[in-house]
């Protein structure tokens, strides 16, 4: 029998949504609410995004923790990550230099091959279940 074609596509959307579960959770009190990065409006992690402050169509920054925050549906989506808020959040958590890494890094050549993603997914799905048993949440 052949083996099947292992599909990168899938294990890459199984560590994004691991990522993002993880970024919503660390962002979090130990209710599971948190302050939108770009708004400061206060949203559970369920019913909220993990927003990237650099576009998520660089793969550099893709999984870059200091680049995804919990971020309101509203800012997220309808505002485009309402950048001007987003801004002053990096500046003020990590400092102005940031931004400049950040929109720097995005342009490193980046390639994740499908055995990267296994061990982003193992990862992720262990801070997952960390942060879960930490704020009490299923």
Same mark, same amino acid.
């Given at each position: 029998? =052949?083996?099947?074609?292992?599909?990168?596509?899938?294990?890459?959307?199984?560590?994004?949504?691991?990522?993002?579960?993880?970024?919503?959770?660390?962002?979090?009190?130990?209710?599971?609410?948190?302050?939108?990065?770009?708004?400061?409006?206060?949203?559970?992690?369920?019913?909220?995004?993990?927003?990237?402050?650099?576009?998520?169509?660089?793969? =550099?920054?893709?999984?870059?923790?200091?680049?995804?925050?919990?971020?309101?549906?509203?800012?997220?989506?309808?505002?485009?990550?309402?950048?001007?808020?987003?801004?002053?959040?990096?500046?003020?958590?990590?400092?102005?230099?940031?931004?400049?890494?950040?929109?720097?890094?995005?342009?490193?050549?980046?390639?994740?091959?499908?055995?990267?993603?296994?061990?982003?997914?193992?990862?992720?799905?262990?801070?997952?279940?960390?942060?879960?048993?930490?704020?009490?949440?299923?």
């Amino acid at each position: 029998m =052949a083996k099947r074609k292992k599909n990168i596509k899938t294990i890459k959307k199984k560590a994004t949504d691991l990522f993002q579960l993880y970024v919503r959770l660390r962002d979090t009190d130990e209710n599971g609410a948190g302050a939108c990065c770009s708004c400061g409006k206060w949203v559970m992690f369920n019913k909220a995004d993990g927003g990237h402050f650099v576009s998520r169509t660089y793969l =550099a920054t893709l999984f870059e923790e200091n680049n995804v925050h919990l971020q309101c549906k509203g800012c997220n989506g309808f505002q485009n990550g309402n950048g001007a808020g987003y801004s002053l959040f990096i500046i003020n958590k990590y400092g102005a230099e940031e931004i400049e890494r950040l929109n720097q890094l995005k342009f490193k050549p980046t390639k994740f091959s499908y055995s990267d993603y296994e061990v982003m997914v193992e990862d992720f799905s262990n801070k997952v279940e960390i942060l879960k048993l930490e704020k009490g949440i299923e």
